[in-house]
């Protein structure tokens, strides 16, 4: 990893530093006195336990006990008493080039309605609602008529399967799903419904789907159990109370991926999770009430939770949010919108970065994208090069460069740089936000000194921490807090440089980082185990230059299966059904024997340096040899190319 010198430090703009939201660190305020400020900030029913902002017992904590707040009140009712009642909350634009603004007024309107059709439906607080919906701004409202309930939403990724949907329906015991029947994608229909229909199938909790229409085209929809999203909105009438939520209360589960087959239902609380992200989107986006701010992640993403829906129309912030691909009709589609709507703060992936940057900046320079004031990115670690280039290119070398580290458990940003505030250097998420004491520590749990590298911990219980796992509390404990003493384990690696920035070197256990999608590879190798042709199989991470990570497998065939580009092809449409077409794997080995250390565990180091080429390094653990031997042996690797 390159660690640049203090040469390289890109200090903030002047002109940009004096009219920042947030102009210093003020390290003597006590953590807790930090958060209960900004608690304050939001609009309470009832307030907690005033100088008691922190409460429960490790790791079971709790924020702002006693208190009462909603949600969705608070993304929308409290703008609508003066100018911003009038102001674009969300504008949409389609792929195939439809455009909808929608005010905080209208926003009233419809979340308000389909509250009513949820609760019609016999949604009542407390049960969860599916939602597996695209980049439209039915998602939103979705999300928001559920919160004004008190229903917990479960958003699922568009991109996963029938399978994977299925899982998460069933774990979260959901009786309501609401979808579309199908979106726009590179100018083609892609069928979400047909995949539901599939999921709930095998889903015995659902009584009810409620159909978003987007493309029109003809669908499959079950009497009784299938309803029109339009049609049920036609008769819903204006305006809901908002249920006054506790604090702890739960306000939505999102799915992700751990290091066993099985998906962790991660659980955010009411409270400190909005506390937690309407405070860091102001202040790491430095957000004005002037700005057009686009975060182009997905809403079934954790990041389009906290930084598209919840963060921002807290701060009553105007939101884009676009459904389709970045190279519809032609490469220069991001560019052209950021023109067309005069965006002024960007917040995307270095994957996507990787690409525009492979596609050209020719494409970047048609438009006239001068609104822009402020870029972030978050998902992965963004390699220098790819920072500078969109510091110059996107940025004009002009607007700070936010670093986002931060996971699905943590529910807000945790490591950034404050705009106007923190020198950044390319590469490095820099230091922990204010209210966050984060750490590099070596196995011990000893803080590693400057030049150390270690695993990334949090020190303090936070506001928008996750309060567990759904059904598994046994597996939150230890998941996240078993590693270290009274630390939350991250799962990442760091290093800290010598102003001790920290450096996120990635995942240290099995979780993969695919395009900033992560998947857990205990989840492919059941899938490939799954066809029944697999005797064992390892999934494994190897470097790509644009999805910074790509899949690759090593399968040990059943001795009745032959080796062919068959069988790769039937493992890799399994581990497409079982999770979704973006895990598909770049590569597949079938080999004899999987690296095993003396205590049977799969030495996917190895794996890794065989799939990239390189001599693998210290093999002193490894049980037998040979088995390395002979996968080094290009020839016994019988490899398919992809
Ligand atoms: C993992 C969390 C929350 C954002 C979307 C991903 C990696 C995230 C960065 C960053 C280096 C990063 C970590 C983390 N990651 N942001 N700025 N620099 N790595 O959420 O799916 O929960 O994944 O993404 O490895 O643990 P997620």
Known sequence: MEIVNSENLYYPDRKFAEDANVTGYSPEMDYQMFWEKEAGKLHWFKKWNEGRPLSGDAPFFKWFENGKINASFNCIDRHLDGWKRNKAALIFEGEPGDR?????????????????????????????????????????????????????????????????LADRINDSNSKLVVTVDGYWRRGKVIPAKTNVDKAVDSCECVENLLVVKRTGHHIFMEQDRDHWYHELMDWASIGCEPEPMNAEDILFLLYTSGTTGKPKGIVHSTGGYLTGTATTHRNVFDIKDTDVYW????????????????GPLLNGSTILIY???PDYPEKDRFWEIIESYGVTVLYTAPTAIRLFMKWGKEYVEKHDISSLRLLGTVGE?????????????????????????????TGSIMISPLPGVTPTKPGSATIPLPGIIADIVDENGVSVSKGGHGY???????????????????????????????MYFTGDGAVRDEHGYFWITGRVDDVINIAGHRIGSAEVESAVIGSEMVVEAAAVDISDDIKGQALTIFAVL???????????????????????????????????????TRSGKIMRRVLRDIAEGREPGDLSTLVDRAAVDELLREQQLVKTAG
């Open 295 to 310: 975060c182009t992640a997905d809403i079934g993403w954790i990041t389009g939770h906290s930084y598209i829906v919840y």
């Open 381 to 409: 670690p963004i390699n220098p090069d790819v920072w500078r280039w969109y510091h110059e290119t996107v940025g004009h070398g002009r607007c700070p460069i936010v670093d986002t580290w931060w996971q699905t458990e």
């Open 323 to 325: 459904e389709g691909s």
């Open 100 to 164: 909808q603004v929608m005010t905080y007024h209208d926003l009233y309107r419809e979340v308000t309605r389909f509250s009513n059709v949820l609760k019609k439906m016999g949604i009542k607080k407390g049960d969860v609602v599916t939602i597996y919906l695209p980049m439209i701004p039915e998602a939103v409202i979705a999300m928001l008529a559920c919160s004004r309930i008190g229903a917990p939403h479960s958003v699922v990724f568009g991109g996963f399967s029938s399978n994977a």
């Open 558 to 596: 059943k001795e009745s299966v032959e080796a062919s580009s068959e069988v790769e092809q039937i493992l890799m449409e399994s581990v497409m059904s079982d999770i979704g077409k973006f895990a598909k794997p770049e590569k597949i080995y079938f080999i004899r024997d999987l690296p095993k």
């Open 456 to 486: 990334l911990v949090v020190k303090n219980p936070w506001p928008s921490m996750l309060r567990g796992i759904h059904g598994d509390m046994e597996r939150y404990v230890d998941v996240y807090w078993s590693e270290f003493d009274n």
